[in-house]
């Protein structure tokens, strides 16, 4: 993969990142106690970024905690991922999701994700998912690992803690 490319990412300026968060980083982060995808969790909610969402990618992530595999291994407690959620909806960008871009990514259920990020004119799209990353851009838009994510926040002046 191509390392970000800093005229396209607004790391470099004083602007603040805007990213979306695929549901397996979310739910990566808050099933695991610590790890990349826990310190992505931690520097949203210190405002380290800007979190930009859709009420279908929401859903998404309410619908996958409700699995009972992900529910038993998630380390907060039922009010804290309603809080979150709450906290989704009320401290993200929160697009309205008209824009539908089928056939974007070679898994149709990605295009969502593509789409959201389009349509919130994010800076970067964060995933764990090879369907997304195989991107590496679109539009402008870079496709990145929660590792790069995070070495991009350290290198824009945002110190990791």
């Not at 295009?111 to 590496?136: F, P, T």
């Amino acid at each position: 993969m191509h390392g970000l490319n800093s005229t396209n990412y607004r790391a470099a300026s004083l602007m603040p990142v805007s990213a979306v968060l695929d549901t397996n980083v979310l739910v990566s982060g808050l099933v695991a106690g610590q790890g990349t995808p826990r310190q992505i969790l931690d520097a949203w909610v210190e405002g380290r970024f800007t979190l930009v969402t859709s009420l279908y990618l929401v859903e998404e992530l309410m619908h996958v905690l409700s699995y009972p595999r992900i529910a038993k291994r998630l380390r907060i407690s039922d009010e804290e991922v309603e809080a979150l959620l709450a906290a989704l909806l009320s401290q993200a960008v929160v697009v309205p999701g008209h824009l539908c871009l089928p056939g974007v990514t070679r898994d149709p259920k990605d295009d969502a994700v593509v789409a959201c990020a389009k349509e919130g004119q994010a800076n970067c799209i964060v995933s764990g998912d090879q369907d997304l990353l195989v991107l590496e851009e679109y539009e402008g838009i870079q496709v990145v690992t929660p590792r790069q994510f995070m070495q991009s926040i350290a290198k824009s002046g945002n110190p990791e803690k």
